[in-house]
């Protein structure tokens, strides 16, 4: 009975695989590799980190030095810009001042003319001749406005144009000094019988380190990443801001007509009844309401506006 058990066990050891028996002397050897593994993966975490951080420092000297020279070249423009639109306002102030002569002249004759308001026939006529004067000087004022942020719009896309062209020289820079790409983790690798708690924590560090570096270069580039989407938005802003003043501005010059025209024919009602006289200061109420609500309506355009574009903002900047 007892020989039948040894030779069965036997037979187990035989068919069993045998298992690794490893030495202090290897356990030593495992613990030096683990140790100059260590020591190496820190040499080049500290040369990769040094070379970012030079390569960062050379970016923002390039970048100072490219800023200042196309800074110049766009002051030169503002300067192009600032002599045509001396130029313009002296040629419009002449034709405004011809214009606004001959509409005088024509005010002038209808003053002359107040004292014959003596039927409603000859009050309307009076109160269209009075909107048509107010409307043809609204126009000239607007034009001139017009033709003034036309050339502004015109100076900010071609500075737009130049900076994109800048822009586009700092990210040819930034990819030559390795800043748009993200680096290689150096992670520890499995020795003996795996990763060690200490190794897995390594990785753990390096793989948000190199995430780190990455957002942190990122935002090195961000304003010439998104620089040209930026100032397009904010011109185009210009031309709204624009079409809402001259909006605001069409429907105040409305009233601002009404309310001159009741203020001229407010003397030529002492001779008429109380009612015309309250009727006619009733008018005069309504048109100074009327004046408040549009500047009110157009105030909480802009407030809109503003909130709107803040957020705008912060999305083309990925904030």
Not at 164 to 183: C, N, V, Y
Not at 236 to 259: C, P, V
């Amino acid at each position: 009975m007892t020989k039948s058990l040894v030779a069965i066990m036997l037979s187990l050891a035989i068919m069993l695989p045998s298992s690794p028996v490893y030495s202090a002397a290897d356990d030593k050897e495992i613990k030096a590799q683990r140790r100059e593994a260590q020591k190496q993966r820190q040499l080049e975490k500290n040369e990769r980190n040094k070379n970012n951080n030079e390569a960062i420092k050379e970016f923002r000297i390039f970048v100072r030095i490219l800023k200042k020279e196309y800074q110049e070249k766009a002051r030169d423009m503002d300067i192009e810009f600032k002599l045509r639109r001396v130029e313009l306002n002296a040629q419009r102030s002449i034709e405004m001042a011809e214009a606004e002569a001959e509409l005088q002249q024509s005010l002038s004759q209808m003053m002359l003319n107040i004292q014959n308001l003596n039927t409603q026939e000859a009050i309307d006529k009076f109160k269209t001749d009075m909107k048509a004067h107010s409307d043809k000087s609204f126009e000239i004022k607007k034009q001139a406005a017009l033709e003034e942020h036309k050339e502004l719009i015109k100076n900010e896309n071609k500075k737009s144009r130049l900076m994109s062209e800048r822009d586009q020289l700092i990210m040819d820079e930034a990819k030559t000094l390795g800043l748009q790409s993200k680096h290689k983790p150096i992670l520890a690798q499995p020795l003996g019988d795996g990763l060690t708690t200490s190794e897995n924590r390594w990785n753990e560090r390096e793989l948000k380190e190199v995430n780190k570096i990455y957002a942190n270069n990122q935002r090195q580039l961000g304003e010439f990443i998104w620089g040209s989407k930026l100032r397009k938005f904010k011109i185009e802003n210009r031309q709204e801001d624009f079409d809402l003043k001259w909006q605001k501005q069409s429907e105040l010059n409305a009233l601002s007509s009404e309310q001159s025209f009741f203020s001229l024919l407010m003397p030529m009602t002492e001779g008429n009844t109380q009612d015309n006289q309250q009727e006619m200061i009733k008018r005069m109420t309504e048109a100074a309401k009327q004046n408040k609500l549009i500047n009110i309506k157009f105030k909480k355009f802009r407030d809109q506006n503003n909130i709107k574009r803040r957020e705008q903002e912060r999305k083309i900047k990925g904030r």
